[in-house]
């Protein structure tokens, strides 16, 4: 059964940096076209794509909003995915979560809440 599980979330005034942590378990990351990443989602806003990493290749995309502040990376063997988020704005806020699909079949993390705020 696969599973995501999220942690590092929290609280931090603006300008301030988080680390994220996924660890993904019943997955095997053997091709390289598998990915996991990190969405987003703000109250009364619809979930949106942060940042994701192919897991074989390591290749990164970024939304505008987060490039040159947050930063993906991934390790094959922990079956973990990372974002490293710096200056962090009062817009960051949101539940953010961990993504794969599998198989054909997308999962999804419980989400780990993310507050920006002095």
């Known amino acids: 059964q696969v599973q995501l599980v999220e942690s590092g979330g929290g609280l931090v005034p603006p300008g301030g940096s988080l680390r994220l942590s996924c660890a993904a378990s019943?997955?095997?990351?053997?091709?390289?076209?598998?990915?996991v990443g990190w969405y987003r989602q703000a109250p009364g806003k619809e979930r949106e794509l942060v940042a994701i990493i192919t897991m074989i290749t390591g290749n990164t995309n970024y939304a505008d909003s987060v490039k040159g502040r947050f930063t993906i990376s991934r390790d094959v063997a922990k079956k973990a995915v990372y974002i490293q988020m710096n200056s962090l704005k009062s817009e960051d806020t949101a539940v953010y979560y961990c993504y794969t699909r599998y198989y054909s079949t997308d999962y999804w993390g419980q989400g780990t809440q993310v507050t920006v705020s002095s």
């Open positions: 019943g997955i095997r990351f053997t091709f390289s076209t598998e990915l």
